[in-house]
């Protein structure tokens, strides 16, 4: 019986031990701060929900989706991360806030912005985050992206990905953003409506009312 071989750290030379992977214990600098920025992000994205004026809820979005860019950044895919910046920060946010000035949103904190089914949006807020993170992790367990090598998010690359899988979701996004912005100006239009309304009811009684006659002078008695 022959014996087993065994191999030290000293047998093995400098530069297979640089090559090694990183693993969970010993992240490197652009992991770290990726585990950071994902952390201001998720921050961002709670408190949007969570407050109570929809102004301070629209600049937080820009908080989170400007966090996101940076991830995309972080993960080689310039592409995209400036599509983040330009579309979704530039134009998105944007849109919400022309749509809270379009319906005349309240300003400071409103009443309206809380529900009582909070429970149930938390619930369900949590089961469907349990299931992206499940789905995500048993698709790409045992991808890793290369951070060190060059940009993995091209545009060529990107554009064939985008319109060979992605069609379908891109346009149903499209239609929802067209369909908010319609909803947004018939609101308006109703809200002016029931305004102007409301202005003609309040003028009726005081036309309807009589003049009070002139006080005669001692003079003409």
Known sequence: ??????????????????????????????????????????????????????????????????????EYLLLTAEFIAWVQVLIYVGSVVVLLLFGLMLTRAPIGRSPDADSGNRWVALAVAIAAAVALVWVVTDAFRTTWIDLTGPAAGTTRVTGASLFRYWVLPFEALSVLLLAALVGAIVLSRKAKADADADADAGDEPAARTPAPAPAQKDGAR
């Open 1 to 70: 019986m022959s014996p087993v071989p065994t191999l030290s750290l000293a047998a093995v030379p400098h530069g297979s031990l640089a090559a090694a992977p990183h693993g969970f214990l010993s992240p490197t600098g652009v992991e770290i701060a990726f585990l950071l920025v994902g952390l201001v992000t998720f921050g961002a994205a709670l408190i949007t929900v969570t407050t109570r004026q929809l102004v301070h809820a629209a600049l937080w979005l820009v908080v989170a989706l400007g966090g996101l860019a940076v």
